[in-house]
């Protein structure tokens, strides 16, 4: 199952609604988990089963989607948030991840 | 507190052989399933593989690009991880991270936590 993530990278400053996207090539029902990898570091879990928010996790992060369509949104972008974010299908083997989205201080 | 704490990585000749551990503490490391997940330098991220818990029987699952070369283990009396990887190639170079999977069914199949990682280098 391969997942095309959107965009591959984006500018944005503090305070923007970013949105990320996840397109499963096909259904996963909702088995899709989304990361945060900050460079040098293991990436961090931020949702699983498409929607749920990992504890601790801050309630501006939001995930939505099922089937084939997923969205990783940011409702105010901090600036502990430039980092980059992976989606990951977990309905089969092999489990596969996104390319990555890339988020970059304008 | 869960840690997850990697160990054996290294400079390997192409064709040769390295043995990865995953030290883990903090919870019941028999009860869980373990994956490896590796990070080619400046890549994104590629699943490796997975071992089951006892409950499963242990049983695997491997990713194409490493089927027939890289063999995951456990030891739940030491609360360890292993990957050995034999017959490496220059495109094994990667951070590998051994991460815990939160249960056993499917909609708890992602990772809650993850080790910070161990470089393997493949290069002659």
């Known amino acids: 199952i391969q997942l095309t993530q959107s965009p591959s990278s984006l500018s944005a400053s503090v305070g923007d609604r970013v949105t990320i996207t996840c397109r499963a090539s096909?259904?996963?029902?909702?088995?899709l988990a989304w990361y945060q990898q900050k460079p040098g570091k293991a990436p961090k879990l931020l949702i699983y089963a498409a929607s749920t928010l990992q504890s601790g996790v801050p309630s501006r992060f939001s995930g939505s989607g099922s089937g084939t369509d997923f969205t990783l949104t940011i409702s105010s972008l901090q600036p502990e948030d430039f980092a980059t974010y992976y989606c990951e299908q977990l309905n089969g083997y092999p489990l596969t991840f996104g390319g990555g989205t890339k988020v970059e201080i304008k | 507190e869960v840690q997850l704490v990697e160990s054996g990585g290294g400079l390997v000749q192409p064709g040769g052989s390295l043995r990865l551990s995953c030290a883990a503490s903090?919870?019941?490391?028999?009860?869980?399933?373990m994956d490896w997940v590796r990070q080619a330098p400046g890549m994104g991220l590629e699943w490796v593989g997975r071992?089951?818990?006892?409950?499963?029987?242990?049983?695997?699952e491997y990713a194409a690009s490493v089927k027939g070369r890289f063999s995951i283990s456990r030891d739940d009396s030491k609360n360890s991880l292993y990957l050995q990887m034999n017959s490496l190639k220059t495109e094994d170079t990667a951070v590998y991270f051994c991460a815990r999977v939160l249960g056993d069914t499917l909609s708890d199949h992602h990772f809650d936590y993850w080790g910070q990682g161990t470089l393997v280098t493949v290069s002659s």
């Open positions: 096909q259904g996963i029902n909702n088995y």
């Open positions: 071992i089951r818990n006892r409950a499963n029987s242990h049983t695997t």
């Open positions: 903090g919870f019941t490391f028999s009860d869980h399933y």
